[in-house]
T-cell receptor, first 113, second 114 residues
Framework: GENVEQHPSTLSVQEGDSAVIKCTYSDSASNYFPWYKQELGKGPQLIIDIRSNVGEKKDQRIAVTLNKTAKHFSLHITETQPEDSAVYFCAASTNTNAGKSTFGDGTTLTVKP | EAGVAQSPRYKIIEKRQSVAFWCNPISGHATLYWYQQILGQGPKLLIQFQNNGVVDDSQLPKDRFSAERLKGVDSTLKIQPAKLEDSAVYLC????????????FGQGTRLTVV
């Protein structure tokens, strides 16, 4: 089955700096890659996703890149703010239904004011 | 629009006891998922329903876990008997039954087995 590895497990940045989280996947059939933000005591919330026919996608301060050849994808957050502090999960799916995904183990992002 | 509702929020039981979790998906969402999230790990899919039918339960430990969605709306997940390693957050998610659609997660039920 699919295996998703995510790093770093923890990331601390100063407010205004950029943060980058990287993931690799094993199943070449995976074609959908969502990213989730999970705040304490809440369920994961989709923040951005990318499909295999796209190499990059941007939404305001958040961008994702995908390299299908190397089987890795990354999340970039620019101009970080304290409210960006949370656990971020990458995931991979062979189904464009976001609910059926294999998740990475998460990155705890702390943005220091 | 109301989100995915789950109850209870917290549950503490002794090992070998049984426990049940309830999920009410977003209205109109035909697809429902149960995930297990162990502390420090990402969510792991346990079972997927399409209306009241099971689509994928390959990762559900069927010797102790069961789930149902009798009328294609609410769902329950049961553990009987519970083991210490079942301590986790159990997340329910739902989505529309079509491609390129987002899944919405509930807040989860935190289970502690002592």
């Amino acid at each position: 089955g699919e295996n998703v590895e995510q790093h770093p497990s923890t990331l601390s940045v100063q407010e205004g700096d950029s943060a980058v989280i990287k993931c690799t996947y094993s199943d070449s059939a995976s074609n959908y890659f969502p990213w989730y933000k999970q705040e304490l005591g809440k369920g994961p919330q989709l923040i951005i996703d990318i499909r295999s026919n796209v190499g990059e996608k941007k939404d305001q301060r958040i961008a994702v890149t995908l390299n299908k050849t190397a089987k890795h994808f990354s999340l970039h957050i620019t101009e970080t703010q304290p409210e960006d502090s949370a656990v971020y999960f990458c995931a991979a799916s062979t189904n464009t239904n976001a609910g059926k995904s294999t998740f990475g183990d998460g990155t705890t992002l702390t943005v220091k004011p | 629009e109301a989100g995915v509702a789950q109850s209870p929020r917290y549950k503490i039981i002794e090992k070998r006891q049984s426990v049940a979790f309830w999920c009410n998906p977003i209205s109109g969402h035909a697809t429902l998922y149960w995930y297990q999230q162990i502390l420090g790990q990402g969510p792991k899919l346990l079972i997927q329903f399409q209306n009241n039918g099971v689509v994928d339960d390959s990762q559900l430990p069927k010797d102790r876990f069961s789930a149902e969605r009798l009328k294609g709306v609410d769902s329950t997940l049961k553990i009987q008997p519970a083991k210490l390693e079942d301590s986790a957050v159990y997340l329910c998610a739902s989505s529309l039954d079509r491609p390129n659609t987002e899944a919405f997660f509930g807040q989860g039920t935190r289970l502690t087995v002592v």
